[in-house]
């Protein structure tokens, strides 16, 4: 019976996949709606600025810059004042 299970959820993830797959080539990527746009003129945007001990985030004539402090490591940036669809958990 187990293996009738991972079976079954090993061809569903497959079968998922290549629908992925298939629906991304027919897409047209120009034909998609913008969600959002910025041309980071504006500081007052909304985009996190600072400095952590990973990285430093500032707007830097018209656009936004994440310098990363150490090598292999990863940093983002963040609207701080826009709605997100994330829930909130209190």
């Not at 600025?49 to 150490?70: R, S």
Request: charged share 20%; proline share 6%; glycine share 8%.
């Amino acid at each position: 019976m187990r293996l009738g299970r991972a079976f079954a959820a090993s061809l569903l993830m497959i079968l998922c996949l290549i629908s992925l797959a298939l629906w991304a080539q027919e897409s047209d990527p120009k034909t998609w709606p913008i969600v959002y746009q910025d041309d980071f003129e504006d500081p007052g945007s909304g985009w996190a600025v600072g400095e952590t001990e990973q990285a430093g985030k500032a707007y830097v004539d018209g656009t936004y810059e994440i310098a990363v402090k150490e090598a292999h490591k990863w940093a983002y940036g963040s609207l701080s004042n826009k709605p997100t669809c994330l829930p909130r958990i209190r």
